[in-house]
């Protein structure tokens, strides 16, 4: 079974940063970020691939970064210039053949 560690929600106002991280108990192809804020469906954050190509929604691009550390099968968001549109819970993912894996949910709120 993969096991996640996720760390880095919290609450912080308009215009701060947080770093979320996700670090897996094994390597994955794909590792990401959902998210789902209230009243809102589930939504990709951002992913990234073992090779390094990423992808954004576009709600988020300029603002946040995906990165990984293959070594230690973790995966980073960097959330810059946040909003209180980006309060939601985030969701780790990592995706490894066919199968995807889910971490913890953690809380970012965007508040002042």
């Known amino acids: 079974q993969v096991q996640f560690v996720v760390s880095g929600g919290g609450l912080v106002q308009p215009g701060g940063s947080l770093r979320l991280s996700c670090a897996a108990s094994k390597s994955m192809y794909t590792m990401g970020w959902y998210r789902q804020a209230p009243g809102k469906q589930r939504e990709l954050v951002a992913a990234?691939?073992?090779?390094?190509?990423?992808n954004y929604a576009d709600s988020v691009k300029g603002r946040f970064a995906i990165s990984r550390d293959n070594a230690r099968n973790t995966v980073y968001l960097h959330m810059n210039s946040l909003k209180p549109e980006d309060t939601a819970v985030y969701y780790c993912?990592?995706?490894?053949?066919?199968?995807?894996?889910w971490g913890q949910g953690t809380q970012v709120t965007v508040s002042s």
């Open positions: 990234i691939t073992s090779d390094g190509s990423t």
């Open positions: 993912h990592g995706d490894l053949g066919s199968d995807r894996y």
